[in-house]
């Protein structure tokens, strides 16, 4: 992979936000299957929703590893 994107590229800015927003996501749904701690279903849902933050999470932080030339990222499972 090429190593010539920087922290200030518009490529390397969006993965971090959608990183952000993934880890962000992942800690309210904590809250969220606590809430609905009468619903299996939701709170079903809310786990489902929170395993796929933490994998948009660790897949953002392996192309930016990749496109920063940062490391090799984290092997995916």
């Known amino acids: 992979m ?3 994107h920087t922290p200030a590229d518009d490529i390397v800015y969006d993965l971090v936000s959608v ?3 993934a880890l962000q996501g992942a800690e309210n749904n904590d809250r969220f299957q606590k809430d609905a701690h009468d619903h299996d279903d939701v709170r079903e849902f809310f786990a489902e929703v929170a395993k796929q933050d933490a994998w948009r999470a660790q897949r953002c932080h392996e192309l930016l590893a990749n496109l920063t ?5 984290l092997s995916s499972s």
Not at 69 to 73: A, E, I, N
């Open 19 to 21: 990183q952000y927003h």
């Open 2 to 4: 090429a190593t010539e």
């Open 69 to 73: 030339g940062s490391g090799r990222g």
